[in-house]
């Protein structure tokens, strides 16, 4: 049993059904936010590398057509139309580090229609959870203002997978490390960290735990002080420290209490000694929130370890997003469920200067002074280019986070940014839905048949009207 199996199991049923009424023509699939949750002004696109890989490697094998049957309680001959499947589609996506907003497609991915159903499942959790992740970790950067931050999350994720995946999302947007010795070595990032509240308790005194830690670490170390008494601990770290002649590139860390006070009262005793270069790392349930609240006071802080609430994305820890059917067969599909209605056919955002993005179909050109954000990833199922990098990914979010608005970069109560729509969007949009409106009050009492495929609207029409930007009509 492979990796194929961890999906949902109406895929199974659907893309078993497809295959047996032999509906194996192509199918255009739109992942997207249908809203950002609450406290977010923007969204960072994160999760693309690890579904690539995925996608490149998907196979139903002998294994998993048994496991499907098992769940069904079918027989095995019952469900072995599926086996050897393939993913052998085409994947357009938002780049990793690109800034996305409401109802822009993440990804869409063309395929025949059973392979695009089956990868559903995977797609949506690596890039939702990723993208959630993703998007707290770059609010900390916000927040923290140019100083440095680290990730501490590995213990409080939701499973080792998880933690990796924080600790590389921390680095794509710029962490300066990780706790995760395993992401450290996977990913290339710095490998930071200090020691424990049991360290100091297993020796007799603090100083004592001090002087062995040092010991077995030349280079320069950080000491945690707030064991027992964190003033007391401070001072006792700038005696070891200045009795071993340790300073620069040492740091105490504060992990508890009224962060922003201990700081300025731990920088007074290190500055008193002589001890400036030594850092003050600050750690213990932070977010974004927390970081803003420190830099606003003006603690003397340099470095902010976040773990728990930004591993989790815990305000935010679950994204409303869909991966929905826009064509099947070159016919543009819609639904109109209550606040989940989609728009029809293969779309493209074209981004404008401040993030004054449009919505418009994958085949129109681009208006004036906008770029397309979605690239081709992915063709007959292999990667059209070579794994990206961090650092490329990095590069990006820094230059959109450099253009996003003040108002969206917010950490209290921002102000997100609403795409447009583009004119052939909003009149292929209404093509559709009459069409269906149409077929659904007709009184026949046969079924009708698919019937041509609308026109869509001339690209030479009128260019999109980005402003004022409005929301898109889907969810």
């Not at 199918?27 to 969204?43: I, K, M, N, T, Y």
């Not at 049957?69 to 052998?88: I, M, Q, S, W």
């Not at 800034?99 to 089956?118: D, F, N, R, S």
């Amino acid at each position: 049993m492979s990796e194929v199996t961890a999906t949902d199991l109406y895929e199974v049923t659907m893309a078993l059904s497809y295959v047996r009424e032999d509906m194996r023509a192509p199918a255009v699939f739109s992942l997207f936010v249908r809203d950002l949750p609450p406290g977010r002004g923007f969204l960072v696109a994160a999760g693309l590398e690890p579904a690539l890989d995925r996608l490149a490697r998907f196979l139903v094998d002998r294994s998993d057509v048994q496991a499907f049957a098992r769940a069904l309680g079918r027989p095995v001959a019952e469900v072995e139309p599926l086996r050897g499947l393939t993913f052998d589609g085409e994947v357009r996506a938002v780049p990793e580090g690109r800034l996305v907003l409401a109802g822009e497609p993440l990804l869409e991915v063309t395929a025949p229609l059973p392979q695009a159903q089956l990868v559903e499942t995977c797609l949506l959790s690596l890039l939702c959870h990723q993208t959630a992740v993703a998007s707290k970790a770059a609010r900390c950067v916000l927040a923290a203002e140019g100083r440095p931050l680290v990730d501490f999350s590995l213990r409080r994720t939701h499973g080792p997978e998880a933690g990796l995946q924080a600790a590389r999302l921390g680095a794509l947007v710029g962490f300066a490390g990780t706790s995760n010795v395993a992401a450290a070595q996977r990913y290339g990032i710095p490998a930071t960290g200090t020691m424990a509240h049991s360290y100091v308790q297993a020796f007799a005194s603090e100083a004592e735990a001090f002087r062995a830690f040092a010991r077995a670490h030349p280079g320069p170390v950080t000491f945690l002080v707030d064991t027992y008494d964190t003033e007391r601990g401070v001072a006792t770290a700038a005696r070891v420290l200045a009795e071993l002649g340790r300073g620069p590139g040492c740091g105490i860390r504060l992990d508890s209490g009224d962060l922003g006070e201990l700081a300025r009262r731990a920088r007074a005793v290190l500055d008193g000694a002589g001890l400036r270069d030594v850092r003050i790392v600050a750690s213990g349930g932070l977010d974004e929130y927390g970081v803003a609240a420190l830099v606003r006071q003006g603690a003397p802080i340099d470095v902010f370890a976040v773990g728990t609430k930004v591993g989790v994305a815990a305000d935010a820890p679950a994204l409303d997003a869909a991966y929905k059917i826009v064509e099947y067969d070159g016919r543009p599909v819609m639904k109109f469920s209550a606040a989940k209605a989609t728009a029809p056919g293969p779309k493209q955002v074209f981004r404008g200067p401040g993030l004054r993005d449009v919505i418009g179909l994958a085949n129109e050109e681009p208006p004036a002074g906008t770029e397309p954000l979605l690239r081709t990833v992915m063709r007959r199922g292999l990667r059209v280019d070579p794994p990206d990098t961090l650092a490329a990914a990095r590069a990006r979010f820094e230059a959109d986070l450099a253009a996003l608005p003040e108002e969206a970069r917010r950490i209290e109560e921002p102000v997100a940014p609403r795409p447009a729509l583009s004119t052939r969007l909003s009149a292929l949009t209404t093509v559709v839905r009459h069409r269906i409106e149409a077929r659904s009050s007709a009184t026949e009492q046969t079924e009708p048949t698919a019937g041509p495929v609308p026109p869509v609207p001339p690209a030479g029409g009128p260019p999109p009207d980005p402003s004022p930007p409005h929301r898109p009509p889907w969810g």
